[in-house]
């Protein structure tokens, strides 16, 4: 599901969402500047088991315990794509230790 660009979209219409739709493959939640760890924390690991792709580009709420929570879901070894470009907040390290952290993640974008 591609959102990008609804800089209005509420951290609760997103966990609605991830709740609706609980077998996403991919989603995009780029310059979603509104949302904070509370749309990724209580709906992307809460109900999302599948994500290949989870682009968090742009959102500069976004802190280390969405990547934390993220960690501890289903999607720590379903996710292939993890965009946190812009996530000025996340300072969970460098490209190798997300790698080691999500052992199928082949592309990884952070703010440097």
């Known amino acids: 599901m591609d959102l990008c660009g609804v800089k209005d979209i509420l951290d609760d219409s997103v966990i609605a969402i991830c709740k609706s739709f609980p077998q996403l493959t991919y989603l995009?939640?780029?310059?979603?500047?509104?949302?904070?760890?509370?749309?990724?924390?209580?709906g992307v690991a809460k109900?999302?088991?599948?994500?290949n792709l989870l682009s968090l580009y742009g959102l500069v709420r976004i802190t280390d315990a969405s990547v934390e929570a993220i960690l501890n879901s289903p999607n720590k070894d379903s996710l292939e794509t993890f965009d946190i470009?812009?996530?000025?907040e996340v300072t969970e390290g460098d490209d190798m230790s997300i790698?080691?952290?999500?052992p199928n993640v082949k592309v990884t974008v952070w703010h440097s």
């Open 85 to 88: 470009n812009g996530c000025r």
């Open 99 to 102: 790698r080691k952290k999500f």
């Open 47 to 51: 109900y999302l088991t599948k994500l």
């Open 28 to 42: 995009v939640l780029t310059w979603c500047v509104s949302l904070n760890d509370k749309s990724v924390v209580e």
